[in-house]
């Protein structure tokens, strides 16, 4: 991998985007209206919103950076952009580094904004360190980022793309603890969650909420969620193929 081609990578994509203001908006906004909303929804029992806020807070960064970037990775596919930067010098991990680089940066500021939302404009009562609540929502951002990149390589049209989220996301969704506790599940539900990334987000979340310091179950699940998401990278660069010869 050559640093000079993925940060020229990462400086197009920059670009590019800079040039598509409503899916800037998608990104940085909708993660702060959808937490708003949930504030509200919880209006009457204050309490039931930083049971579960905090965990939605990793959540929906990790679902919008997932849409947009496998819908974004898509229209340079199908454009022919894709196709013309792998007949140049460029390194599969030079391409999948420099998009995942260029999105991590907006995953930067998107987790940074709906962190500061949520504590100090919603209200969020959290134990820990807001330090370690933002560390977990930019984790979840950069896998969802990376789960974008990855299934990108599958779909034919954006529409295909939007309906790997029911496959992708949804069961993740619904086992990841959010709900109900993971360990009341059904036992092969509940060995399936211990394998799926958005159960340690949540999870790590969880620590936050509770514990005032970092506990080795929060390293524990920071890690995981960091591990998954460079190994979807990983799997991205692999899939990542020229369509004609």
């Known amino acids: ?14 670009r590019q985007l800079r040039h598509d203001p409503r ?6 906004l909708v993660p702060i209206l959808m937490i708003t909303l949930l504030r509200y929804v919880f209006d009457g029992s204050p309490g039931t919103f930083d049971s579960i806020g905090a965990s939605l807070l990793g959540i929906f960064p990790l679902i919008t950076m997932f849409l947009v970037t496998s819908i974004a990775t898509l229209r340079e596919r199908t454009s022919g952009t894709l196709e013309r930067l792998l007949a140049m010098p460029l390194g599969k991990a030079d ?23 949520a504590l100090w404009v919603l209200g969020l009562d959290v134990t820990g360190s807001p330090w ?18 990855f299934v990108s390589a599958f779909a034919a049209s954006e529409f295909q793309a939007v309906q790997f989220m029911p ?11 959010l709900f109900t506790p993971r360990d009341r ?9 211990n394998v799926l990334p ?18 080795a179950a929060f390293l524990r699940d920071t890690l995981v969620v960091a591990a998954c998401a460079l190994l979807v990278l990983t799997l991205g660069a692999a899939t990542l193929r020229r369509r004609t010869v």
Not at 185 to 193: I, K, T
């Open 1 to 14: 991998m050559n640093g000079s081609r993925t940060l020229a990578t990462t400086a197009r994509v920059l």
């Open 23 to 28: 899916t800037i908006a998608l990104m940085l």
């Open 95 to 117: 391409l999948i580094a420099g998009y995942a680089l260029a999105f991590g940066l907006l995953a930067i500021v998107q987790s940074a904004l709906a962190t500061g939302v």
């Open 132 to 149: 370690l609540l933002l560390l977990v929502a930019l984790l979840d951002a950069l896998l969802g980022t990376a789960l974008g990149l």
């Open 167 to 177: 496959a992708v996301i949804f069961p993740q969704l619904l086992l990841c603890g």
């Open 185 to 193: 599940m059904q036992p092969a539900l509940e060995a399936v969650s």
């Open 198 to 215: 958005m159960s340690y987000a949540v999870d790590g979340m969880n620590e936050v909420l509770r514990h005032t310091d970092m506990t």
